[in-house]
């Protein structure tokens, strides 16, 4: 069982096209070829035994479950299958001769231009991580913190002019849970700034190629994920009347 999504929005679709357009005609050449070569009483089963051949050589890749299941990562790596879970991982296996020997003898590729096409992919896989690294920094600095810090000086400026007006009116346990909350999510998003930062640096001190993409794909990329988590939580503290950047119910039902 095979499944095919839709590329990224911003992917060209292109390549994936060429490349299983590439592997159907590669396959029933393969597949041609071999039946040419059966000895059968008719052309009926000699269909029938080549298409055998074919199914018990692919009976490692089928799996007749839910693939998104921890049932299939399971089963998968007792098959020996491999698991390529970020986009370097896949551009490097893609780059082993024998995975990409079908482009280069179906002659829709020379070796030379499927070389080309796989350093451009890379490399526009860490600029891409790179800029959006950076833009979420800078998100994070311009926008979100100085938000925060308008919304944290409003709460601790209400809870001092309650406790002004005498100690009748200064029961504020829920406002300065609140206040609490707002200053330990903000230290979060201080400490995952500081993380992506330094990831970020360590990446671009490493030489282009699959060990900078490595790097973005394994640190940079997870210190997003988990400034992304602090940023969530912050955006749910924040007054909106502060927060500056379009909200997702705002951009989907209200502007």
């Avoid at 020379?110 to 998100?139: G, N, P, T, W």
Wanted: with cysteine.
């Amino acid at each position: 069982k095979f499944e095919f999504r839709a590329v990224g929005s911003s992917q060209n679709v292109s390549l994936p096209i060429t490349v299983l357009n590439t592997a159907v005609a590669s396959t029933f050449a393969e597949f041609v070829s071999r039946l040419k070569k059966q000895q059968a009483v008719s052309k009926e089963s000699a269909v029938l035994e080549v298409t055998k051949e074919f199914i018990n050589e692919s009976k490692n890749i089928r799996f007749e479950g839910n693939g998104y299941s921890d049932e299939w990562k399971t089963e998968a790596r007792k098959r020996g299958l491999s698991e390529l879970l970020t986009t370097p991982a896949a551009l490097k296996a893609f780059g082993e001769k024998n995975e990409h020997a079908f482009l280069v003898n179906e002659k829709v590729l020379s070796q030379e231009e499927f070389d080309s096409v796989l350093h451009v992919q890379v490399e526009r896989y860490s600029k891409k991580i790179m800029i959006e690294a950076i833009c979420l920094m800078q998100m994070t600095k311009q926008h979100v913190l100085p938000a925060a810090f308008a919304a944290q000086q409003e709460f601790a400026s209400s809870i001092k002019a309650v406790e002004s007006l005498g100690e009748a009116m200064a029961s504020l346990s829920t406002q300065r849970l609140h206040l609490r909350g707002l200053t330990e999510t903000m230290d979060k998003v201080f400490d995952a700034s500081a993380v992506l930062k330094k990831n970020l640096e360590e990446a671009e001190a490493l030489p282009e190629g699959f060990e900078q993409a490595t790097c973005l794909a394994n640190k940079v990329v997870t210190a997003m994920s988990e400034l992304r988590k602090s940023l969530d939580k912050l955006e749910e503290c924040v007054p909106d009347n502060h927060w500056s950047l379009p909200k997702y119910q705002e951009m989907l039902f209200v502007r």
